[in-house]
């Protein structure tokens, strides 16, 4: 258990960011019309990424 520790944060960073990442491939199909499925999911992750940042940033 002590050894899995340190390893937890970015364990549950990655499944955040595969929770995010199916949401917007399943969920939110308007985003993907047009045949810039995989533009519009990497804006969306790159877009909360930044906003995550100011968040934390700014308080």
């Known amino acids: ?25 399943e969920l939110v199909p308007e985003s993907q019309q047009g045949g810039h499925a995989d533009l519009a999911t990497m804006a969306l992750l790159l877009c909360f990424a930044v906003m995550m940042t100011l968040d934390v940033a700014l308080g």
């Open 1 to 25: 258990m002590a050894a899995a520790r340190p390893l937890l944060p970015y364990a549950l960073a990655f499944a955040a960011g595969a929770m995010i990442f199916v949401v917007v491939e």
